[in-house]
């Protein structure tokens, strides 16, 4: 475990901005994340998602999505095998910053064409 981070594996920084996404998702403030929170989350980043994805997404917690549950979550898919550093993914995005942003078109063309290197 790293420097100040929790039992989890998380830093305190990092279930701080968890805790902060998740309500900012939570639309209509029930504490759990729904089919039309996750929908409004993904339209507010310019992103169409079908029902089936959405499905998707809320069936990979295995019960209600509970902040809770997507934290435990998280944990569950970080601590397997394969999963690339922290800086390495930083170091990714940062290959595609353009003054503090990425261009989606040239980063989708990436991940679709160099993805399973």
Do not use: P
């Not at 989890?8 to 805790?19: A, T």
Request: hydrophobic share 35%.
């Amino acid at each position: 475990m790293g420097k100040g981070q929790n039992e989890g594996g998380f830093s305190e920084d990092q279930l701080q901005m968890y805790k902060d996404c998740f309500k900012l998702m939570d639309i209509n403030k029930d504490g759990q994340l729904d089919k039309n929170d996750l929908r409004g989350a993904f339209d507010n980043v310019g992103v169409l998602m079908s029902e089936g994805e959405l499905d998707g997404l809320l069936g990979e917690i295995g019960g209600a999505c509970t902040y809770d549950n997507m934290v435990k979550m998280f944990q569950e898919k970080m601590a397997g095998d394969g999963n690339d550093s922290d800086d390495l993914i930083v170091q990714a995005f940062k290959a595609y910053d353009q003054e503090g942003k990425i261009d989606s078109k040239m980063f989708t063309h990436a991940l679709m064409t160099w993805e399973t290197r």
